[in-house]
């Protein structure tokens, strides 16, 4: 565990030396202020035009829905970008080599990285996405039914794909790794939207198939839960009664 | 009777990737306070062997021991300082801390870290101590070996492994290895050092193997390997009858280029040697004294030309 912990220290070091938090602060900041000041003058033209609160909180809880998904696609991708090259390029450059001469196991390797990472990944997640959703209710009045579950799944989401890419690079280089996590989130996508189609026209295998692919990468799955944790329960009420 | 102890003793050691034999029939044995050369030309499976013996690779036949435990031992890991070939440290870190995370790491099982002093010796030693506090990054690739060596040498290991410590050392930096591996064994650590510099090893190592194709060629004390000093003499005039009457110092024999070359001859008898040609009727003009090099040996050893007798 000592060795883990050496480790994970030692990863949560790199990401503030080589400024990726301070990059990711950056990112957050920007967008946070961009999609409130984005929601803010729809809901004061919304308000203007005469439409209900009603009307104007589901309109807010969509947009921020679409807020969630850039933020899912964006947090994805930071995850395989971290992930992929964190045991890669260690290995590649030697770095690794001098560290796995001590008395420690190469799973400790692994599980130190993934555990700094990690944290790195959720801190940025629940920052960002609690901070967002405080925002939104500022200039909007809007709170979704579960913002903290909702975080949640998004972080999850990203961890599902760093965990990925850190095991695929600890056989493929780097980039091979990030590519093939980038084209796994996006066919876990596809499961989700196919497994829709196929329970509609009840087409029993391509729903097997799409829900086999989903289980193996569980990123829509995850996503998933986040807009259900998102959605207002008046929106998610008519969701079931159409069905 | 009981013989010691050895630090690394390994039987038949031998390694498989794939078709490929790294490593066939490697048996060494290496004993407590000396330095050990480990030499063999490129793919001759050094590395292998060094990775094997630091558990980072598993046997595919034989065995051995590292410090008294089986080859692969992790807990052994913290008695062993290890300097690998291709030496590459965070470049974000400062040199102090890599020492430090090493420190760490190595006491990952035991708690018992090296202490401040111990990490401040140990930069120190390897001349890096008014540069602790940079980052590696901006460090030459001597600096960043110089920092490899503090890191092996951390705490005064029982066994230092050094793969190739001075391939990006300039001349003054390669002298100062050769004093902190001799300063390590004096400290009480035994050297097993892989090098290509035949010369370095020469200087510095008390005992060697050489290797290749995956096999010990040779092993043993440089001296006892190179055989006894030659005295070359160059001589003209000389009636052949007279070459033969030299045979009473010792072993003679004439090589292409007309020296006369006296094997297993006192260098004290030198002027006696002069004297006997002279008096034969020869003319000296070049008396050297000298023996076969380990690059030498090497070169006739992994050029196939076998041990000499």
Redesign the interface.
């Known amino acids: 565990m000592r060795a883990i912990w050496i480790i994970a220290r030692l990863t949560a070091t790199e990401a503030a030396r080589r400024r990726i938090l301070w990059v990711l602060l950056v990112l957050t900041i920007v967008s946070v202020s961009l999609t409130t000041w984005g929601i803010e003058r729809l809901v004061s033209l919304a308000r203007e035009a005469g439409s209900s609160e009603l009307e104007i909180q589901v309109g807010v809880s969509q947009v921020l829905i679409l807020v969630a998904f850039m933020f899912s696609f964006v947090l994805a991708m930071t995850a395989a970008f971290l992930g992929a090259p964190a045991i890669a390029s260690d290995l590649e450059s030697g770095v690794a080599h001098a560290m796995l001469a001590r008395p420690i196991r190469r799973a400790d390797l692994v599980a130190g990285r993934w555990v700094g990472l990690v944290a790195i990944i959720v801190a940025y997640a629940a920052g960002s996405g609690l901070l967002e959703i405080a925002a939104v209710r500022f200039v909007s009045g809007y709170m979704p039914p579960e913002p903290i579950l909702a975080v949640l799944f998004l972080s999850s989401q990203a961890v599902v794909l760093l965990t990925f890419a850190m095991l695929l690079s600890t056989r493929l280089p780097a980039i091979a790794s990030g590519a093939v996590c980038v084209v796994l989130f996006g066919l876990g996508w596809m499961s989700g939207v196919f497994a829709g189609i196929g329970r509609f026209f009840d087409a029993g295998p391509l729903v097997d198939v799409a829900e086999a692919s989903r289980w193996l990468l569980p990123s829509d799955g995850l996503w998933r839960g986040a807009i259900f944790s998102l959605e207002p329960p008046l929106v998610v009420l008519a969701a079931v009664g159409r069905s | 009777m009981t013989a010691d102890p050895a630090i690394v003793d390994t039987h038949g050691l031998a390694k498989r990737y794939g078709r490929t034999d790294a490593l066939i029939d490697l048996t060494l044995r290496v004993e407590a306070g000396e330095i050990f050369g480990f030499l063999g030309p490129n793919g001759a499976g050094k590395t292998t062997a060094v990775k094997l013996l ?1 558990g ?1 690779a598993r046997p595919s036949g034989g065995g051995g021991t590292v410090l008294g435990t089986p080859l692969g031992d ?5 008695d ?1 300082g ?3 070939e ?5 470049p ?2 400062r040199a102090r801390e890599v020492v430090e ?2 420190a ?3 006491a ?2 035991d ?1 018992a870290r090296a202490t401040r002093g111990a990490i401040d010796a140990a930069l120190v030693d390897v001349g890096l101590a008014d540069r602790a506090a940079d980052p590696v990054g901006g460090f030459s690739k001597g600096m960043q070996q110089r920092l ?1 060596l503090a ?1 092996a040498l951390l705490g005064t290991p029982r066994l230092v492994v050094l793969d190739e410590p001075t391939s990006a050392l300039d001349p003054v930096g390669r002298a100062d290895v050769r004093s902190i591996v001799r300063r390590a064994r004096d400290a009480g650590s035994t050297v097993f050092l892989n090098s290509h510099l035949l010369t370095e090893v020469e200087r510095v190592c008390d005992r060697v193997a050489i290797v290749d194709h995956g096999r010990v060629l040779a092993s043993g004390r440089i001296d006892d390997l190179l055989g006894e000093p030659t005295i070359r003499v160059r001589a003209t005039d000389l009636p052949p009858e007279a070459v033969a009457q030299l045979g009473r110092f010792g072993s003679v024999a004439v090589n292409d280029a007309g020296w006369l070359l006296f094997s297993g001859v006192d260098a004290e008898r030198i002027p006696d040697i002069v004297d006997a040609i002279v008096a034969a009727g020869g003319r000296v003009h070049a008396v050297d004294t000298g023996r076969a090099t380990l690059e030498d040996l090497f070169m006739r050893l992994v050029g196939g030309g076998g041990l000499p007798a």
């Open positions: 630091l980072l992790r807990a052994t890991r913290r062993i290890y300097l690998p291709l030496f590459r440290y965070q974000w870190l995370l090493h760490g790491l190595r990952v099982d708690g490899g890191v």
